[in-house]
């Protein structure tokens, strides 16, 4: 298995609602990513795991609230979010493996619009 | 912080020709790693090329290959034999060795592919 799978792919939601984003990844990747990225701009990253522990958290704000049950499944709680926070949202595991050794495997993203 | 400059927002090449989409980056880091990914309209962010920093040799892919000028702080891609599927946005990135920080992002380029 060489893929990191994002689910739910579209997701919609109010600004009282609360949700969560999965990632999952079977590489054995021991780092884990949550990136925002907006229509037409780079990535810019939220969250870093490594092992399992929050290691960077890039200023984001309380509503985003990330979570690492083990090695292979990353989680992003969502809660009472704003207009601004629709975006897409990736995320990546990097490790040595035989995917790509010392590069970064990113998923398919989850697109949210919030309303 | 790390710094990642592209400077070509859009380009375009005729089918079967070649192109080089251009990045320069700034770090005080010895121990580091250069990446070229490819984001079509699918949003998938797939890995084209990379690249140690400790290694002089340019690394090459099929059709993909880096020009990498450590000193200058460069390293553009060149697209060899341009297909239809090549066109989406390229975005040039920086990792520190031990990744810890993730992914640093250009602004990206979109490589248009003339049929």
């Known amino acids: 298995d060489t893929e990191v799978t994002q689910t739910p792919k579209h997701l919609v939601m109010g600004m009282t609602n609360k949700k969560s984003l999965k990632c999952e990844q079977h590489?054995?990747?021991?780092?884990m990513y949550w990136y925002k990225q907006k229509a037409k701009k780079p990535p810019e990253l939220m969250f870093v795991?490594?092992?399992?522990?929050?290691?960077i958290n890039e200023s984001v704000p309380s509503r985003f609230s990330p979570e690492c049950p083990n090695s292979s499944l990353l989680n992003l709680h969502l809660h009472a979010l704003q207009p601004e926070d629709s975006a897409l949202y990736l995320c990546?595991?990097?490790?040595?493996?035989?995917?790509?050794?010392?590069?970064?495997?990113f998923g398919s993203g989850t697109r949210l619009t919030v309303v | 912080a790390q710094t990642v400059t592209q400077s070509q927002p859009e380009m375009s090449v005729q089918e079967a020709e070649t192109v080089t989409l251009s990045c320069t980056y700034d770090?005080?880091?010895?121990?580091?790693?250069l990446f070229w990914y490819k984001q079509p309209p699918s949003r998938q962010m797939i890995l084209v090329i990379r690249q140690e920093a400790y290694k002089q040799q340019n690394a090459t892919e099929n059709r993909f290959s880096v020009n990498f000028q450590k000193a200058a702080k460069s390293f553009s891609l060149k697209i060899s034999d341009s297909q239809l599927g090549d066109a989406a946005m390229y975005f040039c990135a920086y990792s520190s060795g031990g990744g810890a920080d993730g992914l640093t992002f250009g602004k990206g380029t979109h490589l248009i592919i003339q049929p």
């Open positions: 590489m054995g990747h021991r780092a």
């Open positions: 990546a595991s990097r490790g040595p493996g035989t995917a790509s050794p010392y590069g970064y495997t």
């Open positions: 770090t005080s880091e010895s121990d580091y790693y």
């Open positions: 795991y490594s092992y399992e522990k929050l290691s």
